[in-house]
């Protein structure tokens, strides 16, 4: 098991894992491995867009042990298993989501693993969560197919992420305009966050998702 230069992350015959925080658990259909005396949990980027994303070869997603992620769109808990993994027993993710089932899963998942807070609202009406989570967060994910995800991102950007925190956008382009072309919904949604934040990274998570992009953006 070789570590990547994104902490946390582990690589082996070009699958990616992260060191599982309970022992024997699975959190979906992963594989779990077992070297010497960890236990890793395979991360599938068909499954996640931050493990797509991943998978694009890039040196960080700026998630570290100890860190305090807004993640909005959580949905039934996938990728958040795997960030919980890596943020540990010093770290808290804080999952929003407007969807009651996947919700109910999210909320079992948070049962088992101390680090994980369920949080059932829009979020899209930043205010109304405001007493559930910190002032400010290191990191904002977010993975929301909504027409209005890049309004929704800017809000929560300025609303909760610190100064130097970072911020990931997934862009499904088929939730914004189901007419354009990809491409062109990707290049207004760039200019658009571009004019609030500094872009750090920007691309494709194919082929593991169609027509969908990741934008990484830093607060000044």
Not at 183 to 206: A, G, H, P, T
Request: proline share 3%; with cysteine.
């Amino acid at each position: 098991m070789r570590s990547l230069k994104i902490i946390g992350v582990h690589e082996e015959k070009g699958r990616i894992y992260t060191n599982n925080m309970i022992r024997g658990k699975r959190v979906y259909d992963e594989d779990l491995v077992h070297r010497g005396p960890a236990e890793y949990r395979e991360w599938n980027p068909k499954r996640s867009k931050i493990g797509a994303y991943i998978c694009q070869e890039v040196n960080d997603i700026f998630i570290r042990e100890g860190s305090t992620v807004l993640y909005l769109g959580v949905a039934n808990g996938t990728t958040a298993s795997h960030l919980s993994d890596i943020i540990g027993d010093e770290g808290m993710l804080f999952g929003l989501d407007f969807a009651f089932r996947p919700m109910i899963d999210f909320v079992f998942l948070s049962e088992e693993r101390s680090n994980l807070a369920p949080i059932f609202a829009d979020a899209g009406k930043v205010e109304e969560f405001a007493d559930k989570i910190p002032k400010e967060v290191d990191v904002i994910v977010q993975d929301v197919a909504q027409r209005n995800q890049a309004e929704i991102f800017i809000k929560n950007v300025k609303k909760y992420l610190k100064s130097g925190g970072f911020g990931l956008l997934s862009v499904k382009a088929r939730s914004i305009d189901i007419k354009k072309h990809p491409k062109q919904v990707f290049k207004e949604i760039r200019e658009q966050i571009e004019r609030e934040f500094n872009i750090i990274d920007f691309r494709s998570l194919e082929p593991f998702e169609k027509d969908h992009m990741m934008i990484v953006i830093k607060k000044k």
